[in-house]
């Protein structure tokens, strides 16, 4: 049988194969951590809001979540709860 391919590939793309391999190993497990943090704080978060009553029910003078204190809570949590 007469291939148009050769039947070893060249060095030099097993190199950038190994190369591409070494890059994104890593990323792949940092984003599977971070994936894995966001998913249970998702679910943490739900659970605290499945015991309150919904936004709607909510007494509008209230401070909202999406104040500069709740920010920068959520920015110093996010912080303090890193990946590595």
Known sequence: MNSPFPFSPPQKAI???F????YY???V???E???TLAKANLTHVEALLSNWPS???VDNDNEEF???KGNNFLFSY???HSIE
Not at 19 to 22: G, H, M
């Open 19 to 22: 190369a591409l391999r070494d």
């Open 55 to 57: 936004t709607e029910e």
């Open 15 to 17: 190199e950038s194969l």
């Open 29 to 31: 497990e940092d984003y």
């Open 66 to 68: 999406t104040s500069e």
């Open 78 to 80: 996010v912080k303090t």
């Open 25 to 27: 190993a890593p990323l």
């Open 33 to 35: 951590k971070l994936y």
